[in-house]
């Protein structure tokens, strides 16, 4: 069992910045994939960013390509998302995910969620 709690979410003008962390607990983290995810109201939850366990391999959405960087320090079993001049369709609830391995389209752990909200 993977615990995840993300943090680091709010408010904040578009063309801003923020950051959101993720930590795990249980597993052990370093073999995990782990991703970002989020679901704007109305809409259904879609893939922002994973990372491989080892972080060599990173994919992206192409709506945040060049603008969001995903992140992991095994050591912290932590796992960020630095996300750069924000729009207002960023806007939305933001999850982290693990899966043993890589990420796939239904990851079996969940976080919380953290809203993000861009004002225009």
């Known amino acids: 069992q993977v615990q995840l709690v993300e943090s680091g979410g709010g408010l904040v003008q578009a063309g801003g910045s923020l950051r959101l962390s993720c930590a795990a607990s249980g597993r052990t983290f370093s073999s995990y994939g782990m991703g970002w995810f989020r679901q704007a109201p109305g809409k259904e939850r879609e893939f922002v960013a994973a990372?491989?366990?080892?972080?060599?391999?990173?994919n992206y959405a192409d709506s945040v390509k060049g603008r969001f960087t995903i992140s992991r320090d095994n050591a912290k079993n932590t796992v960020y998302l630095q996300m750069n001049s924000l729009k207002s369709e960023d806007t939305a609830v933001y999850y982290c995910a693990a899966e043993y391995g890589l990420i796939g389209s239904k990851p079996p752990y969940w976080g919380q969620g953290t809203w993000v909200t861009v004002s225009s």
């Open positions: 990372i491989s366990w080892s972080g060599r391999n990173i």
